[in-house]
Structures are given as structure tokens and as C-alpha cells.
């Protein structure tokens, strides 16, 4: 089954082209890492993959799980619905960060159960156990009482999967998740990823500013420059010439592990009331 396909998806904003044409099919399980220099579209194709964009009206269409999630630049009607099966993990403002982590990974359930039983916490013994069970999967057992505005940037990231666990979701999208980690703890978010992506079957889609992950966790990349696709193939024949002959200067965000990384935090959502995308 294809988990997603994209065919002939453009966006502007002004006169900035940020996606050009984009097509591309991805089977279910695969975990694809998609790579490019910063302003190259990775983003912008991701909000569109999870229906928070739509392209350019025309012969544009994306497809879930074999399901229209937009055609011609229109949201389809049960757009909304699909989103239950794609879990998204941000760069930043992934937490709600005056809740308990455990409360954020309880998030997860938003899609399937009463409006009112979320809105009010009420949560079944049996949600909270799955929440419990899905802290300890990826490895944060311990933090599940600690307000999620007191975690580490990769711990904050880790229960940002777990909430995905808990969602059920067939397609998991990650914008960035290591880009502001330290290479340890960024090193353990692509571990996590790949295992969810191996065991519980899950499709990943992660966007990526160094290469050396993509070919150490992701057995497909995907480039963009300037919001087309200019690589679609094994990681492990992204050559740092590839790379150089690619992006010229900007290359050097992807080749060199180290340098890019910023130290600082991911944020969580600092207002109560803002629920994470697809929580
Ligand atoms: N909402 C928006 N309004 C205006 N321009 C936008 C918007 N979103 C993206 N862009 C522009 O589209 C282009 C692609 O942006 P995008 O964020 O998708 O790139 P990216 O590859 O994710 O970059 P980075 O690695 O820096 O996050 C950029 O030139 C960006 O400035």
C-alpha cells in the first residue's frame, strides 16, 4: 500500500516558489529522510503532507494511505479524519509545557475519543497504562509526573513520539526533530525513530539538515533544492560530492555533522489551551 503519494505539488508564497512540481511515492513502512539546505522546501512539503497547506490549484494531489488528503488545491472533506493517522513531531513547540508529559502523551487519544472526555482530562485507566507503556518505549519512563516544560530538548522530543504511539498513527512526520539537540541525544531520537519505524511498522517521513543521519538511520533520502526534487534514491549513494555538486557553498550545512546544530531548547507550547498539531 502506498502510505503517500504526491503528484505535481506547487506553493508560492509571494513571488518565493517553495515547492516546484514536487512528485513522489512513499510505500508504507519506509522510513525516508528528506534532506536540503535551509529554504529548500522540506517544511513546506511536510505541512502539505499532513493538510496544513494545500498547493496551488490545479493538477496538484496528495494521497494518504490511498485517500485524497487534498486534489487541485482543495482540503478534501475527510481531511480532518485523516490526520488521525499521521503523528507529527516538530522542531519546537511539541509539548504543552504547564501539563504533565504524561497528560501530553494522553494528547495522543484527542482523535478517538469524546471532545468532552478530552477537553475535561478524563482519561481511562487503560489510556493512561498505553501512555505509561508508551513513555517507557522510548525510554523516559520516569518523567511521566514532571511538567513537560521542565525536560531536556531530547526528552521532549521522545514524548513527542510517544504521543504519536499513543495516537495509533500509520505515518509519522518529523520536521527537524534533532535540529536543535546535541549529537547525543539527536543520535537517540533517530534510534527511537528508526525502531518505531521497524517494529511497530510505522512509515517516517523525517526532515533532516545533515546527511550523515539520513545515511545512518534512513535507507531513502530525498533532496530538495529550491523546491524540487533533485535526489530520490538510497542514502547510502548521496555522495558529499553528490552533495557539492548539489548545493554548492550550502553544502556544507549537510556534510558537516557538527556545525549547524544549535544548543538551544525546543520550546513547548507556553499557553494553556493550544493543543499540538494531531495530538
Ligand atoms: N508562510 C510562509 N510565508 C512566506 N514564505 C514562506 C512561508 N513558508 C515558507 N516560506 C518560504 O518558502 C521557502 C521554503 O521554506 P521551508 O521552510 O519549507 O524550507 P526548509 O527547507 O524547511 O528550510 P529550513 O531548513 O531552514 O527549515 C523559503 O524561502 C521560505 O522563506
Not at 200 to 221: D, F
Amino acid at each position: 500500500m502506498t502510505a503517500i503519494s504526491v503528484r505535481n505539488l506547487s506553493k508560492s508564497f509571494g513571488k518565493k516558489r517553495a515547492l516546484d512540481n514536487v512528485s513522489l511515492e512513499i510505500q508504507r513502512g519506509e522510513m525516508v529522510a528528506l534532506i536540503g539546505a535551509s529554504g529548500s522546501g522540506k517544511s513546506t512539503l511536510i505541512r502539505h503532507l499532513c493538510g496544513l497547506e494545500t498547493g496551488q490549484p490545479g493538477q496538484s494531489r496528495i494521497d494518504i494511505l490511498d485517500s485524497a488528503m487534498q486534489d487541485g488545491g482543495r482540503l478534501a472533506a475527510r481531511a480532518r479524519d485523516m490526520r488521525r493517522s499521521i503523528g507529527v513531531v516538530f522542531q519546537q513547540f511539541n509539548l504543552v509545557g504547564r501539563m504533565s508529559v504524561l497528560t501530553n502523551v494522553l494528547l495522543g487519544n484527542l482523535g478517538r475519543i469524546p471532545v468532552w472526555r478530552g477537553t475535561f482530562g478524563l482519561f481511562t485507566a487503560e489510556e493512561k497504562q498505553k501512555a505509561r507503556e508508551a513513555l517507557a518505549r522510548v525510554g523516559i519512563p520516569e518523567v511521566a509526573w514532571q511538567r513537560a516544560s521542565t525536560l531536556s530538548g531530547g526528552q521532549q522530543q521522545r514524548a513527542a513520539i510517544a504521543r504519536t504511539l499513543v495516537q495509533r498513527s500509520d505515518i509519522l512526520l518529523a520536521d527537524e526533530p534533532i535540529a536543535s539537540l546535541d549529537p547525543a541525544s539527536a543520535r537517540r531520537v533517530m534510534e527511537i525513530l528508526a525502531a518505531v519505524n521497524r517494529d511497530e511498522r510505522i512509515t517516517c517521513v523525517v526532515s533532516l539538515h545533515q546527511v550523515e543521519y539520513a545515511r545512518r538511520y534512513c535507507p531513502r533520502t530525498v533532496a530538495l533544492r529550491d523546491g524540487r526534487i533533485v535526489f530520490d534514491g538510497p542514502s547510502s549513494e548521496l555522495t558529499d560530492q553528490m552533495l557539492v555538486d548539489l548545493y554548492g557553498d550550502n553544502s556544507e550545512e549537510l556534510i558537516l555533522p557538527n556545525a549547524p546544530m544549535q544548543p538551544a531548547k525546543p520550546r513547548c507550547v507556553p499557553e494553556p489551551g493550544r493543543i499540538p498539531a494531531f495530538a
